[in-house]
């Protein structure tokens, strides 16, 4: 993850020399899949990163949601990505 973004970094190769799928991930992508209120999609694109990205990915949408600054349909999104990552059916 880099210092001043929750975008997920990209990683080298696997250990095993094949490619990492997610190396390549293009960010306004990764974003639309996670803002995309479709449960699926959020899993699919939470499943992809590690831990530590996951929780900075998550504390990113959890200021999304509750911080001032963000439009409406902004904040609706972060919230229901938060609670399909939490195993709630998204609000």
């Not at 990209?10 to 990492?20: C, H, I, L, N, Q």
């Not at 190396?23 to 992508?29: I, L, R, T, Y």
């Not at 949408?61 to 963000?70: A, I, K, T």
């Amino acid at each position: 993850m880099s210092s001043d973004s929750a975008v997920p970094a990209s990683r080298e190769p696997a250990a095993s020399g094949k490619p990492d799928p997610q190396a390549s991930a293009d960010p306004e992508a990764f974003w639309a899949d996670v803002l995309s209120t479709d449960p699926d999609r959020i899993r699919q694109a939470l499943r992809g990163l590690t831990p530590d990205e996951r929780r900075a990915v998550l504390e990113h949408l959890r200021r999304m949601e509750g911080d001032e600054g963000w439009q409406p349909d902004q904040r609706r999104r972060a919230g229901a990505a938060t609670a399909v990552a939490d195993g709630s059916p998204p609000p």
